[in-house]
């Protein structure tokens, strides 16, 4: 008899299991780069063989350094807007809105497929102005019940390759035509990333297949004339990445030499609508 929660998923919506792991196996460092206790204590909650993700703590910091890049720049955007709405897609089971623990005048809304929205509901604890949304980000329909009253902070972390480019821009557009100002903070993998996916054991034992590749902010201010490009960085570019060590290290140096494989994960911050 088990008081856990069972899990039964694939796809793009398992990935998710592995970048909790990866959190929660940081949380354990001594010098974790996120210290995610959140994440910590949801694995223990959740009936799951870890193991069988075939993952070791050294893999971390793949994963950890992108999503402390996103909670600084999640809270720049925050500090600068007390009343605002976060909508937080491919959420996952990232603790986000628990890390940063966002004011009064913020309305925060995860977004995923109902199976991973499920899982949270039954994992983590509901909290005031918070509201999770079960359906894809590619479906217009949630979006037009999300209240466009403050300016938006619209978070992607790890899926805008799971989409479409027709797909991810049509998102885009949608979100800044309905809000009236904002942010988009979201990451991207480069053609390279997208060529080589079979390469990345995350991707392929979740049998998902990744589509959409981004080489340069232009690719999305050419079709989505709404953003201003406020920042672009990499995995290996960003200040985050100083937090790691070890071999991490050893890897920029090679790839400094290979463009591609330098810019293979990019994160980017747009505005959209008038500046405050
Ligand atoms: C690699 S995981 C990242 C999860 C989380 N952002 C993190 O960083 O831990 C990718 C997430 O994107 C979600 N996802 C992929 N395609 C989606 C879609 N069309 N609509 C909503 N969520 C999607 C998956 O279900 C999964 O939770």
Not at 10 to 18: C, E, F, H, R
Not at 162 to 180: H, K, N, P, W
Not at 182 to 208: H, M, P, Y
Request: proline share 6%; aromatic share 10%; net charge neutral.
């Amino acid at each position: 008899m088990t008081n856990k929660v069972s899990v039964d998923l694939t796809g793009p919506a398992k990935t998710m299991l592995s970048t909790l792991y990866l959190k929660a196996l940081d949380a354990d460092f001594d010098e974790p780069v996120l210290g995610d206790r959140f994440a910590r204590s949801a694995i223990e909650r959740i009936d799951f063989n870890w193991d069988d993700l075939g993952i070791g703590s050294s893999w971390a910091p793949l994963l950890t350094v992108r999503t402390a890049q996103y909670d600084i720049w999640a809270h720049q955007f925050l500090a600068a807007h007390a009343n605002a709405t976060v909508v937080h897609v491919g959420c996952g089971m990232d603790t986000r809105v628990f890390r940063i623990d966002p004011g009064t005048g913020v309305q925060w809304y995860d977004v995923d497929f109902p199976g991973v929205i499920d899982l949270r509901e039954k994992v983590y604890p509901s909290r005031p102005n918070y509201h999770l949304v079960a359906s894809s980000a590619t479906d217009p329909a949630w979006l037009d019940r999300i209240p466009a009253d403050r300016p938006l902070l619209f978070l992607a972390e790890g899926m805008s390759m799971y989409l479409t480019e027709d797909q991810g821009i049509a998102l885009l557009r949608r979100v800044t035509e309905r809000f009236s100002s904002g942010e988009v903070q979201i990451d991207f993998f480069n053609w390279l990333a997208i060529k080589s996916q079979k390469t990345q054991t995350l991707v392929r034992r979740s049998n998902s297949t990744l589509h959409w590749a981004v080489n340069r902010p232009d690719d999305i201010l050419g079709q989505v004339p709404a953003l201003r490009l406020l920042a672009a960085t990499t995995f290996f570019g960003a200040s985050t990445f100083e937090r790691v060590s070890g071999p991490f290290k050893v890897a920029r140096q090679v790839v400094r030499l290979i463009p591609p494989l330098r810019d293979s994960l990019q994160y980017h911050r747009y505005a959209f609508g008038s500046p405050d």
